[in-house]
């Protein structure tokens, strides 16, 4: 279920490529998605499966994860990564028909 609470969502602490480094392939995740397309924000439930991490950059200062999610825990698993940003401390999913701003969900 879809909420209007991006200031909920801004509290939560960062998703970081550490957390997601720790996981073994197949290890999942729920995760909390902000779509930004309004004004206030909207929060979506996310599960993701996770396959794989690789870092981008020297330092492992920027990372991005492979694996599979889903919107809302319903319909298919579609393949998606997640950008994560250490200097900034985010996490952005991209692959789902909503993409944004991603924190684990608690």
């Known amino acids: ?18 957390t997601v480094a ?5 290890s999942e995740l729920s995760l909390l ?10 929060l979506f439930p996310v599960q993701y499966t996770h396959r794989e991490l690789t870092y981008r950059t020297p330092g ?6 492979f694996g599979s999610a889903r919107l809302n825990g319903e ?10 940003s250490q200097p900034r401390e985010t996490a952005a ?3 789902l028909e909503l993409e944004g701003h991603v924190k684990l969900r608690t």
């Not at 279920?1 to 602490?13: E, R, V």
């Not at 998605?33 to 909207?42: A, P, V, Y």
């Not at 492992?60 to 994860?65: F, I, P, Q, R, T």
């Not at 319909?75 to 994560?84: D, P």
């Open 1 to 18: 279920m879809a909420t209007h609470d991006s200031d909920y969502f801004h509290q939560l602490p960062p998703l970081t490529s550490e």
């Open 22 to 26: 720790a996981l073994s392939a197949g």
């Open 33 to 42: 998605l902000l779509d930004l397309s309004t004004e206030k924000g909207i």
């Open 60 to 65: 492992n200062k920027d990372a991005v994860a």
């Open 75 to 84: 319909g298919e698993y579609r393949n998606v990564r997640i950008l994560f």
């Open 93 to 95: 999913l991209r692959g």
